[in-house]
């Protein structure tokens, strides 16, 4: 069961994606991240409630940071969206896998300490080369969109990346520490909520759209529903092998914000794209792989 939420997730946020590309011709990025975050509080709220799971929490410090590297990373990635293919910035925030092979393996090197008691940590050479694979997918990706002056905005694709990972990683320590899905969730939309309204009282609110505001509408309900999707997907998937597949079945979201990109937006990719796109999927599902191999071998 926790393989079809994740890919219920992946859909879900491939449609979030098409919402935000739209929307964006009228509201700016932090705008977005505003009432995604809004909508959600609201939504999460009453899940709550029904599931009778209180909002307090034991683990506030927790639950700020992975606020604050979500809303960083969910800024970047809608940011990303508006200035690239739609698919381009998706697969630009899948990156997060790699991201999180690269912390493991210089994470290893950086807490050992040289000693003779102590020898140099082995260099996991099959996910070093997963890792360049997964950069090297990057540089053909974004380089036509660097020759049509996007490389800005590839740029943030790859911080959304980057802090995707790190939330990841909070949003698994939260489960292993008993928090339900929900209130997760919940907090997630909070900060979203409070950091997108402050971006937005300083820089200045967009003009009101009349009825186009109503995209933001579908855009906070797929995030959401997204957000918690992928939280149960992770949650429930109790062994290793599980966690692997759920870990994977998150880039069918590549093949669906693909889909919008050409069938929506009429978007026009170059094979190169199309071969940076294929990469950086098989160095993320490759990196799931060798770590599940690694803590199984632990």
């Known amino acids: ?33 505003f009432w995604r975050g809004l909508i959600g ?13 209180g909002l307090a929490t034991r683990y506030p410090g927790m639950h700020a940071w992975r606020s604050l590297v979500g809303v960083i990373s969910l800024g970047a ?9 739609l698919a381009t910035g998706a697969t630009l925030n899948y990156m997060s896998s790699v991201w999180i092979a690269a912390f493991i393996t210089g994470g290893a090197l950086l807490a050992w300490r040289p000693s003779a008691g102590t020898p140099r940590p082995l260099l996991q050479v099959p ?6 694979v997964g950069f090297a997918g990057v540089l053909l990706m ?45 907090y997630f939309a ?28 579908p855009l906070g309900l797929l995030a959401a529903g997204g957000q918690l999707c992928m939280t149960l997907a992770y949650s ?11 870990a994977n079945l998150q880039y069918t979201g590549i093949i669906f ?26 160095s993320g599902i490759t990196a799931s792989v060798l770590r599940a191999r690694g803590a199984a071998g632990d």
């Open 236 to 246: 429930r998937a109790l062994t290793p092998r599980a966690t692997l597949v759920v």
């Open 142 to 186: 974004l380089r036509p969109s660097v020759g049509e002056g996007q490389g800005f905005a590839g740029t943030v694709g790859l911080l959304s990346g980057f802090c995707a990972a790190l939330a990841y990683m909070q949003v698994s320590a939260l489960s292993r520490l008993g928090e339900p899905e929900a209130r997760t969730v919940f």
């Open 41 to 53: 509080m609201a939504l999460l709220a009453l899940l709550a409630r029904r599931q009778g799971v």
């Open 77 to 85: 990635w809608f940011y990303a969206i508006a200035f690239l293919p």
């Open 257 to 282: 914000a693909s889909f919008y990109g050409v069938l929506v937006f009429g978007d026009d990719l170059p094979p190169i794209a199309w071969a940076g796109m294929a990469l950086i999927a098989a």
């Open 127 to 132: 996910l070093v080369l997963t890792v360049l």
């Open 1 to 33: 069961m926790q393989a079809l939420w994740m890919v219920l997730a992946a859909f879900l946020f491939a449609s979030m994606g098409l919402c935000v590309k739209i929307a964006s011709a009228w509201f700016t990025a932090a705008e977005l991240v």
């Open 190 to 217: 909070l900060g979203s909520a409070v950091a997108g309204g402050a971006a937005t009282l300083a820089t200045g609110a967009s003009p009101w759209p009349g009825w186009a505001a109503l995209w933001l509408l």
